[in-house]
């Protein structure tokens, strides 16, 4: 009959027909305009980056140059009143259910299109079809799904334009920037909401992303999974994709005991899993040695205690910095921890351009951890003296 459309399905299968095309949908987003248009952390096939700006257009009305500016800019003034959709700005009930209306109002802005704009398509149908008719893609979807699947094609237009909205613009925008763990302290307050997704294509692992923009996988624990990087994997076997860049991988090389360029440029490439590494190695068992021997009446101050003496300095409230500061009161050792981790994320900060600088200051750094007394914060110190550039040469 007309009503159940051409194709006549049930109703199980079309939810499993709305899933794949709202999958479609999500994997453009987060492979073409996302990873490739915003960041180049690959590059892109013409006929796949075409039927990725097809897609977008009938499916959501985006504009590929709209989008990476405002998503360029996002990451350029991440959470600072410049930032077009911060939870930390904005509120957090603001961005969730107004996402779309933020990315639309910051797409009026001249200067965002101009300045974050650059090296996005002007080619003809870009100026004629996809720019000039925005919602001609839409009405033509709502169309397609009536024939397609009758009455309820409605149900899987309204689905299919409602995903990016909530998914990507409420979610990843809104929960990513407040919930959920972080791997890295970067300088924003971008969270990973999950470690596995599929819905929401690899974009729930948010602060991975925010430590390493341009990288094209965004899982990185070996429990983590990205499926939008699965795609690329396939699209590459075909010829269709190339990844130009991945975030750096932390080379270690045992017994090597000499602090030098190599040493020191290694631990600027991989300051934040250093940062992590000093978290779980130092951090950690100092706090839980301290909580053990702490008396009671003083036991309080030290509830999150590891979470807030790794935090990123910047994102700590004031009853934060209180509470830290009287911590550190009841415990010297927690004190010089918490100050060597301040003052070895100074190094990069102050000397990233000059290397022999940053030799000279890791090597201050590590000699004053190593006469510290704090086992420790000694063995992170030989544990610095491993890193390398290159992984150790293979045992023949």
Known sequence: ??????????????????????????????????????????????????????????????????????????????????????????????????????????????????????????????????SRYPNLGVTLMALIDLALFGALGLTVWAVQMIWIPFWAAGVINGLGHAVGYRNFECRDAATNLVPWGILIGGEELHNNHHTYPNSAKLSVK???????????????????????????????????????????????????????????????????????????????LFHRAKRLLSRETSL?????????????????????????RLALQQIWVKTSANGHDMLAAIKEWVHEAEASGIQSLREFAEQLKTYSLRPAPAIA
């Not at 709202?22 to 073409?32: A, E, F, R």
Request: hydrophobic letters at 45%.
């Open 1 to 130: 009959m007309w009503y159940n459309g051409f194709l006549d399905l049930s109703p199980w299968q079309l939810v499993a027909v709305t899933l794949v095309l709202t999958h479609i949908t999500i994997v453009s987003v987060t492979v073409y305009l996302h990873r490739y248009s915003a960041h180049r952390a690959l590059e892109l096939h013409p006929a796949l980056k075409h039927f990725f700006r097809f897609w977008l257009w009938m499916t959501t009305a985006m504009n590929t140059r709209e989008w990476t500016a405002i998503h360029r800019k996002h990451h350029a003034k991440c959470e600072t009143v410049d930032d077009p959709h911060s939870p930390v700005i904005k509120g957090l009930s603001t961005v969730m259910r107004k996402g779309a209306e933020l990315y639309k109002e910051e797409a009026k802005n001249e200067d965002t299109l101009r300045i974050y704009g650059k090296n996005c398509p002007e080619d003809w149908i870009e100026r004629n079809v996809y």
């Open 222 to 300: 070996k429990w983590e999974f990205d499926i939008g990087f699965a795609w690329i994997k396939l699209f590459s076997l075909f010829g269709l994709a190339k990844v130009a860049r991945v975030a750096p991988i932390a080379h270690r090389v045992e017994g090597k005991g000499q602090l030098d360029m190599d040493t020191a440029m290694a631990i600027l490439n991989n300051r934040f899993q250093i940062m992590a590494q000093y978290r779980k190695l130092v951090i950690a068992p100092l706090v839980k040695q301290e909580l053990a021997k702490a008396d009671e009446s003083v036991r309080h």
């Open 316 to 340: 700590l409230e004031e009853r934060h910095q209180l509470r830290i500061q009287e911590m550190l009161a009841h415990s010297q050792a927690l004190k010089v921890i918490y100050e060597k």
